[in-house]
């Protein structure tokens, strides 16, 4: 596999071991958002500072408004993320 198709899988298998652990195995509650934040992104909760942010992040990421993060606003957050990654690097 290509390094891109490798991390494309990546991306899939990510969702999926932090998927369906309190429900749906097609979409991410806020718990499970939380501990994917927490084990997978640990810099991005800036060490519990905002108690909120994940509040924050579900409210924002929720395209359907069912509660829940689907895999494809998960996507749009991975790239999202990256995008604002990219710039910062491009800066440096």
Same mark, same amino acid.
């Given at each position: &596999?290509?390094?891109l198709?490798t991390? &494309?899988?990546?991306?899939?298998?990510?969702f999926?071991? *932090? #998927? !369906?652990?309190?429900g =749906? %195995?097609? #979409?991410l +509650? %806020? !718990?499970? @958002?939380?501990? $994917?934040?927490?084990k997978e $992104?640990? !810099?991005f909760?800036?060490?519990g500072?905002d108690r =909120? +942010?994940?509040d924050k992040? @579900?409210?924002? @990421?929720?395209? =359907?408004?069912?509660?829940?993060?689907? /895999? =494809?606003e /998960?996507?749009? /957050?991975?790239?999202? @993320?990256? #995008?604002?990654?990219?710039k *910062?690097?491009?800066? #440096?």
């Amino acid at each position: &596999m290509t390094e891109l198709e490798t991390a &494309m899988g990546m991306i899939i298998d990510v969702f999926a071991r *932090y #998927s !369906g652990a309190e429900g =749906n %195995k097609q #979409s991410l +509650t %806020k !718990g499970e @958002l939380k501990v $994917l934040m927490e084990k997978e $992104l640990p !810099g991005f909760l800036q060490s519990g500072r905002d108690r =909120n +942010t994940v509040d924050k992040l @579900l409210k924002d @990421l929720d395209a =359907n408004g069912d509660a829940e993060v689907d /895999f =494809n606003e /998960f996507v749009v /957050f991975v790239a999202a @993320l990256t #995008s604002a990654c990219h710039k *910062y690097f491009q800066q #440096s």
